[in-house]
Structures are given as C-alpha cells and as structure tokens.
C-alpha cells in the first residue's frame, strides 16, 4: 500500500478505491493519437458534393441542388501545422456563392470548418433557411453502442458545467429499446442568445472504441442534434433560426465547427481537446499564449484613494497577484457612499453612461492606471457596453446605434458597422489612456428579444448574424490595436463559452454563483472538474481566508473577492496566508496546462469528495489534488493515476507537510495512491516528478 500515513482506515480507503475504479474505468490507456482519420474526413467531405452541410432553398434540400452548381476546390500551407482547404459551390443564375474554409492540423487529429455564403448577383437571393454547417453522417453498425457526453452551460446554479451522457442506443439495460432515431433526435441547445446559456457547445460523440470530440464556434444561440440510421450515427446543426435572403453584395458567415479524432478511451479525447485548444484557439500577447491571471477583485464603486491604497499594499508586501480588478459601479452619477457593494448600489441603472463617477474618481481613472502600473500591477476594469439602460446618455446620443428597447434595456447593435466604430474608438480610447491590461466584457441580459423584433420575414436570422459577427469585430479590433491587452469574457458568469470567444478571450468569471458571500464551495469544484474537461483556461474564485476554500479554486489563475470593501485590506486576508496560498498556486500553476484526469465521478454531493490530476508528461511532473467536503464520512481514498510512466520512478510531495516519498509508475498506476484527509472540510495537495 502506498501511503502518507501508516494509520489510515483500510475499510475507507478500499470503499473510495472502487468508487473511482468504477467511475472511471477509461482513464487508462495510451497518449498518443492517430490523425488519419481526420486527414481521411478533410479528404472525403472536401471532394464530395457538399454532403457534410444542408440548408433549404425554396422547397429544394441542398443535396439535390449542389451538384449542379460550379465547384471549385483549392487547398495551401498556412504554416507547418495547418493546411487550408477551399471548397466553393457557385448557382450560376442568381449569383449565390457558399465557401467552405477550412482549415486541417497536421499536428493534431483535427478539422475545423467555417462557410461564408455572399451573393454575388444583382438581385436578391432566394430563401434559404435551416442553413447548417455540419449535417454528417460517421459508420457505426446498428449493434455497436453510441454515446453523446456534453455538460450543462452557466446559469448561476449549483450544477453549473455539470457533466453527462446520452446513450443513443442501444440502451445499456435493453439492447431492443432507447433508439435514438431522425424522428426523435437528441436535442442540445443554448437558451436566449448567449452560447454557453444551457449547454456548454462542446460534445464528445463516444463511439466505442473511438470518437470525435465536437465544438462550436458561435457567440449566439445554436442547436446540434444527435441520431442514428442503420449504418451511421448523424450529426446535425448550427444556429437556431435562418430564413433569409441575401441582398446583393451581401455576405454572412456561419458557426465554426471542430470536430477532433481520439481513440481507445473517451478522456484521450478530452485531454487531446485540451491541447488543441491551448495551442490553437487561445488568446495570445505578444506572440505567446496569455496567462490567466491572479487578480484581487474589488468594488469599482469605492473611492479612488481606497483602490489606490490596495494596489499599493499588495506591492508593498511582495505577494504575487498580476492585476488589481475594478468591477462594476466605477461609472455614472450614483451616490458616492463607504461600504458601497454590488447589492446596496444602483450600478446597473447606468449602464450607457460610461464616465467615471466623479464621486469616487474626479480626475479620472487614470491616476489609478498609473499608480498600478507604478507598482507592477495590471489593471482590469468591468464594461457592459452591449446592455444600454433608459434613460442613460447613449440613448440621447446614440438612439439609432441601439435595438429595442425591450423592457428598460436597449441593445448596442454591433450588426451596425459605424456603431461599432463608434464604440471600438471609445473603448481602445479608454484602454489606452487609463493602462487598463484587461478589459472585462459582461453581458447581463438575453438579446434573443432584441434580435427577434429586429429581423423581417424574410430576414429571419440577420440581427443575430450581424451581431455575432461584429462581435468578433470588435475583439479582434481592440487586439489589433491595444497588442498587450487581456480581454475577460462575462456574461452573467460563463454564458459566453464557445470556441470562436476562448479564442479571443478568458473566461474569469465562470458563474454568478460566486456573487453572494459565502457562496457553495462544491460549486466552484464541480466548475473546475465539469468545464475543465473542455475549456483548459479560467479562474475560479476565493472569497476568504481559508484554505479549503482557496484549493477549491485552484486553476491556471485565481480572483480573490472582496465583497464588502474595507480601507485596510488585511482585515478580510492576511499577508501570512496570502503568501502561503500563492506561493503554493505559484509552485503548481504551471501543472494547470496538462492533462486533466477526474479521480472521482462528478458529484456535489456535501458528504462526497472532489479529487482530480494534472499531468504534463512534456515536464514529467503534475499535481494531485483532492478536497473532502463537510459532511464525507470518509477519511482516505486511493485513486489511480493516468498518464505516467509505469518504467519510470516518481518522488511525490505533500504540499503540507513537506513529506517526500518514491514509487514506481506501475504502482501508481496500478495500485494508486493513498490520500488522507483529517479535518472536515479538508484537502490535500501533492505534487510529483520523475526521478
């Protein structure tokens, strides 16, 4: 038995080792992937005739039209990693062009796809409708089990991220029933406009022995369904709602699509994803992926001196946070008041009037930006510039910028091309003048209403398009133009996770659960295993001096809350702990980037444990960190570890104690590693290398 401790209560421990084994019979297996069978998909849908998407024109599917339209095909080197292929589809009589783009890895098993459909003629397009940018078909015999595994999306609850599987037959109890057929498909899909509102749009088709893992890159609201034949298990879907016809000279574009090769096991999937997504779609600072910062998170609402003097005392005390977070309520003509929070304040009621509140700031931000800068400090600063309320100075200034109202709430049109210029200027303006490092975009209502008053009959579809794609617009702007800024991407929490936003921004704010006081810790442990399967980069929070509280918002960054602001920050945290704290994240925040491995199957259940690895076999190091909540009777467990090797020796230290011993790769593998937890609540940390 491999053990930190000699006197652990064997019952217990055996009782959690098959509670793992069973929960996880897949972690083991090989690391390597094959990237044939994506080079072999990129091959066929790319020299078919359009069978890997659909729309309806008129009465016509597009199977029956495509051929015969003019094709034409092209393919070149992006770089040593990528290929672009081109395949476009012209209707010679009404000037229709669809472009297919898409881009194939070489040093990943992995395809992705994005189509751009424009009208090329002098006239206006016929009605196309249910335009989808994957309809594709993958051979399965009808005996062989097929299985979807996807995860809720953030909706400020408790399970938020919260994993699952759908069997789309045969049913694991009863092989002649639970058919997933075209009749009766399974439906994934996002609620009101915001992408990860819902369900998270990433999916792993399990089909046996292999599969594909699947993501969506689409700010808006979507749809995939899921099916079987005889022969195959079908994929189908895109946005929600398209009925259009394009003017002339006008062009749209349509959700991205990844689909990803693994093999063996599904969690060989999630970890390849993982990978991809950090090497390809992620954001980057000069030249570099960016890192998830440390931030301690105040009040924008406070005065100016009171920021100033937090900056100044987390330099003065050396402790290793990378920016300080000024949220919402710095804005607008508000009462100035001590002890304003987010609840006692009318914060939201000026949203559209985006100057500083002179109560609070009456120079301006930019002597903060200064003396954060002047102390090795970032800055990060909250905006909802999509949300514009009644009454504020952007409906005077602005009115045919914005859609609505719907309510109190107007929408910042971003489908209008000079209002987004208006508001790239402004912004790039604000960034630049006050050194603001991060820029944190929240987005705190559903624009489904906006969009849907907006778009005539014949033009179902097109506010969202515009929108969606001005969007990425305007990110791409304030990157281009502001080179070393961080964008955050909220929206009422994650509700805004997707593969084209990662890929321009970081999620820091996974869910609004964590915007009361004493918020749920299991919570903010079952965001970390749930959306760490999918998404490598965000931030949990910590809103205490407590240790099992800081652990359980381990990741590749952290915030640090204060809710109620105080002059003296030492009041809420101490130096000691923070030292001790950060100084442990420092040590294994480089682990966050490997290999995810869940050591127990996701639950948030008070009297169950959390426990998960991280491994970076490029360092052959990673951490093991496991957290018993409140009410667990038990006192030990013994998971097995993935990724390592069972040649190899590894040394393995306890955090805590400074503990140090060696065991071989088999054992770890095979036999696990004991972990003992006293105090309920509890965690323990461990970190290993090879010898």
């Given at each position: 038995m491999i053990s930190f401790r000699s006197f652990m209560s064997g019952v217990l421990i055996l009782v959690l080792a098959a509670i793992t084994q069973e929960a996880y019979p897949e972690m083991a297996g090989s690391t390597g992937h094959d990237k044939e069978p994506a080079k072999q998909l990129a091959n066929e849908i790319f020299n078919a005739e359009g069978t890997f998407f659909s729309f309806l024109s008129g009465e016509k599917k597009s199977a029956e039209i495509i051929p015969t339209w003019k094709t034409e095909r092209s393919e070149k080197s992006l770089d040593e990693n990528r290929k672009q292929l081109i395949l476009t589809f012209a209707e010679p009589q009404s000037g229709l062009v669809i472009q297919g783009e898409a881009i194939q890895y070489t040093d990943f098993p992995a395809i992705e796809w994005v189509f751009k459909i424009r009208n090329e003629g002098k006239e206006p397009t016929p009605i196309l409708e249910n335009i989808l940018p994957i309809d594709l078909g993958f051979p399965l015999s009808r005996e062989k089990k097929a299985k979807v595994r996807y995860a809720n999306g953030s909706e400020c609850r408790l399970d938020d991220f919260?994993?699952?599987?759908?069997?789309?037959?045969?049913?694991?109890?009863?092989?002649?029933?639970?058919?997933?057929?075209?009749?009766?498909?399974?439906?994934?899909?996002?609620?009101?406009?915001?992408?990860?509102?819902?369900?998270?749009?990433?999916?792993?088709?399990?089909?046996?022995?292999?599969?594909?893992?699947?993501?969506?890159?689409?700010?808006?609201?979507?749809?995939?369904?899921?099916y079987r034949t005889e022969a195959e298990v079908r994929m189908r879907g895109g946005m929600k709602k398209t009925h259009l016809s394009l003017h002339p000279g006008e062009?749209?574009?349509?959700?991205?699509?990844?689909?990803?090769?693994?093999?063996?096991?599904?969690?060989?999937?999630?970890?390849?994803?993982?990978?991809?997504?950090?090497?390809?779609?992620?954001?980057?600072i000069n030249g570099k992926r960016a890192e998830v910062p440390i931030g301690l998170a105040t009040w924008g609402g406070n005065y100016i001196k009171n920021h100033i003097e937090h900056g100044k005392w987390l330099a003065d005390n050396q402790l290793p946070f990378d920016l300080l977070w000024v949220d919402a309520g710095w804005f607008g003509n508000d009462e100035a008041k001590e002890g304003a929070n987010v609840f006692n304040s009318q914060w939201g009621a000026f949203v559209g009037d985006w100057h500083p509140n002179p109560g609070y700031f009456p120079d301006g931000l930019a002597p903060l930006g200064n003396s954060l800068k002047q102390?090795?400090?970032?800055?990060?600063?909250?905006?909802?510039?999509?949300?514009?309320?009644?009454?504020?100075?952007?409906?005077?200034?602005?009115?045919?910028?914005?859609?609505?109202?719907?309510?109190?709430?107007?929408?910042?049109?971003?489908?209008?091309?000079?209002?987004?210029?208006?508001?790239?200027?402004?912004?790039a303006d604000l960034i630049q003048k006050n050194g603001l490092t991060c820029y944190r975009q929240d987005f705190n209502m559903d624009p489904r209403p906006f969009w849907d008053a907006a778009d005539a009959p014949d033009r179902i579809g097109m506010a969202e398009i515009n929108h969606i794609t001005g969007l990425y617009a305007l990110w791409d702007e304030l990157l281009e133009r502001c080179p070393n800024l961080l964008i955050d991407n909220c929206s009422s929490g994650g509700r805004r996770i997707d593969l084209e936003s990662i890929s321009r921004s970081i999620p820091l704010w996974?869910?609004?659960?964590?915007?009361?006081?004493?918020?749920?810790?299991?919570?903010?442990?079952?965001?970390?295993?749930?959306?760490?399967?999918?998404?490598?980069?965000?931030s949990g929070c910590c809103d205490r001096e407590d240790t099992y509280v800081f652990r359980s918002a381990l990741g590749p960054?952290?915030?640090?809350?204060?809710?109620?602001?105080?002059?003296?920050?030492?009041?809420?945290?101490?130096?000691?702990?923070f030292k001790d704290m950060l100084?442990?994240?420092?040590h294994v925040r480089p682990y966050f980037t490997g290999d995810f491995y869940p050591l127990l199957s996701f639950s948030l259940a008070e009297d169950a444990w959390s426990a998960w690895q991280f491994n970076r076999p490029d360092l052959n190091e990673g951490m093991i960190l496991a957290l018993r909540r409140p009410k667990s009777p038990f006192s030990a467990m013994q998971p097995h570890l993935s990724g390592l090797d069972p040649n190899g020796k590894y040394e393995l230290e306890d955090i805590d104690t400074g503990a140090k011993m060696q065991v071989q790769g088999k054992d770890l593998l095979e036999t696990g590693v004991q972990l003992q937890i006293d105090n309920q609540p509890g965690s323990k940390l461990l970190v290993y290398r090879k010898i």
């Open positions: 919260a994993p699952f599987v759908m069997s789309l037959g045969p049913n694991e109890d009863d092989p002649q029933a639970g058919w997933i057929g075209e009749k009766n498909p399974f439906r994934l899909e996002s609620k009101g406009g915001r992408s990860s509102c819902g369900r998270l749009p990433f999916f792993n088709l399990d089909l046996g022995t292999h599969g594909w893992m699947v993501a969506m890159g689409w700010t808006g609201d979507w749809f995939m369904e899921f062009e749209i574009r349509t959700p991205r699509i990844l689909l990803l090769h693994w093999d063996n096991q599904p969690i060989e999937g999630h970890n390849q994803l993982r990978q991809f997504l950090l090497k390809h779609h992620s954001p980057q102390n090795g400090l970032g800055f990060l600063l909250w905006l909802e510039p999509e949300r514009v309320f009644k009454g504020t100075s952007w409906t005077r200034d602005h009115p045919d910028y914005l859609l609505g109202p719907v309510g109190d709430n107007c929408l910042f049109n971003l489908g209008n091309p000079e209002a987004r210029r208006m508001l790239a200027d402004f912004l996974r869910s609004d659960v964590q915007c009361w006081p004493g918020f749920g810790t299991t919570a903010m442990q079952g965001q970390t295993h749930g959306l760490g399967s999918w998404v490598p980069l965000s960054g952290m915030v640090l809350i204060m809710y109620e602001f105080e002059k003296n920050i030492q009041k809420h945290f101490s130096v000691e702990w100084g442990q994240m420092q």
